[in-house]
């Protein structure tokens, strides 16, 4: 036990909790104290890994915060760093509760990775989805607050089915079995345990059926929520399949779908927050199909593939976020030509752009080559790899050539607010997205570091992604899809027009509105005529009589007594008056609540 | 010269920035294709020089038909003494999925494969899964 280990969650925990006792002058600097002592927490642990830290005995289980190996310590390096990143591109939003809500959404990513067995995943887990919806939420438009809680929904559902998961899976045996292992090794992938794990864990990777809360959500974030929102929640999950069902055959299959969905989606959208938001999905789907490939080099592929995503994923969503903030706007048909105002984000987006469509001396083509080349090792898994090439093109079609060309060039569509409104952003937003753009062509040329780090690092030493096939692929690929982007613009085949793409969530969006016409209509007047007869026959007889028993009560029995009642009374009046009937607030309170009276179950029913 | 300018500059230079890409795009198609040419240039040499040997101690006219069992044995077993130094893992390495073998395959594959996602995802959006901005709201 080394006794200098500090968990990093708690680094941001107590930050987060301190955030509002800073004095104004500090806050700042404070700011960008609290990710980078978190990141230094982390990168501490580089020189000693494949150590077991912070556990705790709780009844007949160890519980294990700390679990250092090297799977854990590539997500854990980037996810602290992003938080840095993050918070450096928010420094000048003034109110805490952004940076706050946002610091303890990174913790619960860091805890659900550093954890190493299946309750404290859960707990992180938990955390991460209940803190990770304010920040859509202070956006406070109305369409925020809806998409906020369609999110806390499908959440809170995957949640359960984690949970479900791990208490099949813990029931009846002995208390080892709440380690967080490989499920496919324990031959435990296809049980009902397993699945329902999977399940719970593949809701936070945005893997269809359950994709559609990721594109509603992330782009109702606010400009500086959605970067964070981008990075963690669904790189935790591919961090959580890696390490519980690499080699599992289902997930080729649903990694191919995804990436190829997110592609068919962002093709059509307007939105550029929601293109980037469904590239999301195309993106980890490349990951899936890498854990369930499953050999050394996929699996090394999925963790560079998170790396480099979670930075050039960060900073698309920057560029659109200074867009956003600048022009209140980041609908395709309402800008364009904006490259004379805002240039800088415009190259800084463009270089996030080119990273994740794999271009040669950027991040992506170093980290997405793994994946693919580890399909075409296998000729039984030809069939993925050519598939998950047809997705590089459409990514490179959106990121690297639509959003630049209809946002920055292409015909402007501006109306006269958003074009006397933009601008480069303030300096510490384009120096966020100059950190991020640096790194990305960092990690494309100089890729030996982030190599070292990998799970497999000795596969990974063996692997030479700048040789000449894999150059002239890439190449070939790029220029002709640009070529055919471009004769498809001459040709004005694909100008975005105003409009929505409804994904699967209108089952629940339809749904939940049809069970509120059927609330508010037939079952409210059934309600109302049933409450008339009520009134008339029942109730106002019954008020004669409570009247006369009341009196008697009060000044017959009660002034017998000692006045008693009376105070109960006006004490719950007093009581009544706490109660604001904000949902969002007793949303809070009963989280709280809940969670002491899961705590006191455990405690006395286990 | 500021960044806005460089753009400036560029787009006003249009033309020329469109042929030097072309330029470029032919170049990288020839390269491939000179690369696939000189690599099985390689191969015909590497295994005809480990065919060579044992070919010198047998009688001439069965040299042609074991360069070219050896060349197709090469091709499907990457695994077989005669391939390991071609599959060397320098800069020139080939890899053995089918498409290296076909010259200038991923300039059909990226061009037409962006036509088709194109065409698939619009007819797709028509079929009925786009709509109005306010279909929620309704």
């Known amino acids: 036990m080394n006794n200098l280990w500090i968990h990093p969650s708690l680094i941001?925990?107590?930050?987060?909790?301190?955030?509002?006792?800073?004095?104004?002058?500090?806050?700042?600097?404070f700011l960008l104290f609290v990710p980078l002592a978190a990141f230094a927490a982390v990168l501490s642990m580089l020189g000693r890994p494949d150590a077991l830290h912070g556990q705790f005995q709780f009844l007949d289980w160890t519980l294990t915060f700390g679990r250092v190996d090297k799977l854990s310590l590539v997500f854990a390096v980037i996810m602290s760093g992003m938080a840095c990143i993050g918070t450096l591109y928010g420094l000048q939003v003034e109110e805490d509760a952004q940076h706050s809500a946002s610091w303890v959404y990174v913790s619960g990513s860091l805890g659900a990775i550093f954890a190493g067995d299946l309750f404290v995943l859960f707990l992180f887990w938990e955390?991460?989805?209940?803190?990770?919806?304010?920040?859509?939420?202070?956006?406070?438009?109305?369409?925020?607050?809806?998409?906020?809680?369609r999110y806390l929904l499908v959440h809170v559902a995957g949640g359960l089915s984690l949970l479900a998961g791990i208490i099949l899976w813990t029931h009846g045996k002995g208390p080892d079995a709440i380690a967080f292992d490989n499920f496919v090794k324990l031959g435990a992938a296809y049980s009902p345990a397993g699945l329902f794990i999977l399940v719970g864990i593949i809701v936070n990777a945005a893997v269809p059926p359950f994709q559609a809360w990721l594109p509603d959500a992330y782009p109702n974030g606010t400009f500086n929520g959605s970067v964070f929102l981008s990075a963690f929640t669904t790189k935790t999950a591919v961090y959580a399949l890696c390490r519980g069902f690499p080699g599992m055959e289902l997930l080729i299959w649903l990694g191919v779908i995804m990436s190829l969905y997110g592609v068919v989606y962002a093709i059509i959208e307007n939105d550029m927050r929601r293109l980037f938001a469904y590239h999301i999905i195309s993106q980890v789907g490349y990951m899936v199909a890498g854990a369930g490939i499953g050999t050394a080099l996929a699996i090394n592929g999925a963790c560079a593939h998170a790396f480099a995503h979670i930075l050039y994923k960060g900073l698309l969503f920057m560029g659109a976020g200074s867009v956003l903030y600048m022009t209140g706007e980041t609908r395709m048909s309402q800008l364009g030509g904006l490259y004379k105002k805002m240039p800088w984000t415009f190259l800084l987006t463009l270089i996030g752009g080119l990273s994740i469509s794999a271009f040669p001396l950027f991040s992506g083509f170093v980290s997405k080559s793994m994946i693919t080349a580890a399909g075409f090792q296998n000729p039984h898994l030809y069939w993925a790899a050519f598939l998950l090439m047809l997705a590089s093109i459409g990514t490179f079609y959106c990121n690297g050539l639509k959003v630049p060309y209809f946002v920055w060039f292409g015909q402007d569509k501006c109306s006269d607010k958003v074009r006397e409104s933009a601008g480069d952003p303030p300096w510490n937003m384009l120096a966020a997205m100059g950190v991020a753009a640096f790194l990305c062509i960092f990690l494309g040329i100089a890729y030996g570091p982030l190599y070292r780090l990998l799970p497999y690092a000795e596969v990974a030493a063996a692997y030479h992604p700048y040789n000449a096939p894999h150059i002239f692929e890439s190449l070939q690929i790029l220029f002709f899809t640009a070529c055919a982007f471009f004769i498809m613009v001459k040709l004005h085949k694909i100008e975005p027009h105003a409009g929505i793409n409804v994904d699967n969530d209108i089952l629940y969006r339809r749904g939940g509105q049809a069970i509120q016409w059927l609330a508010s209509k037939p079952i409210q007047a059934i309600d109302t005529a049933v409450g008339e007869c009520y009134r008339v026959l029942g109730l106002i007889p019954l008020m004669w009589t409570t009247k006369v028993v009341d009196v008697f009560d009060r000044f017959g029995i009660d002034g017998v007594v000692d006045g008693l009642a009376e105070r109960v009374r006006a004490a719950g009046q007093r009581l009544r008056s706490a109660q604001s009937g904000a949902v969002q607030a007793n949303l809070a309170i009963s989280f709280a609540v809940a969670a002491v009276v899961i705590a006191a179950l455990i405690y006395f029913v286990a | 010269m500021s960044l806005l300018g460089i753009i400036e500059t560029l787009r006003r230079n249009l033309k020329a920035v469109v042929v030097a890409s072309c330029v470029v795009l032919a170049l990288v198609?020839?390269?491939?294709?000179?690369?696939?040419?000189?690599?099985?240039?390689?191969?015909?040499?590497?295994?005809?020089?480990?065919?060579?040997?044992?070919?010198?101690?047998?009688?001439?006219?069965?040299?042609?038909?074991?360069?070219?069992?050896?060349?197709?044995?090469?091709?499907?077993?990457?695994?077989?003494?005669?391939?390991?130094?071609?599959?060397?893992?320098?800069?020139?390495a080939t890899s053995y999925h089918i498409a290296e073998n076909v010259p200038a395959f991923w300039t059909l594959f990226g061009f037409l494969g962006c036509v088709v996602l194109v065409v698939v995802s619009k007819s797709y959006g028509h079929f009925g899964v786009s709509k109005r901005e306010d279909y929620y709201s309704e």
Do not use: N
Request: proline share 7%.
């Open chain 1, 12 to 29: 941001l925990i107590c930050g987060a909790v301190l955030l509002p006792l800073i004095p104004k002058a500090l806050k700042k600097a």
């Open chain 1, 127 to 149: 955390v991460m989805a209940f803190s990770s919806v304010f920040l859509v939420w202070f956006r406070r438009t109305p369409e925020s607050t809806r998409a906020g809680y």
């Open chain 2, 29 to 92: 198609v020839a390269a491939d294709v000179v690369r696939l040419m000189t690599a099985s240039g390689e191969h015909h040499a590497a295994t005809s020089e480990h065919a060579a040997a044992p070919a010198a101690e047998h009688a001439a006219p069965a040299h042609g038909d074991s360069l070219k069992s050896e060349i197709s044995d090469h091709r499907s077993a990457p695994h077989s003494a005669v391939a390991e130094p071609v599959e060397a893992h320098g800069f020139w």
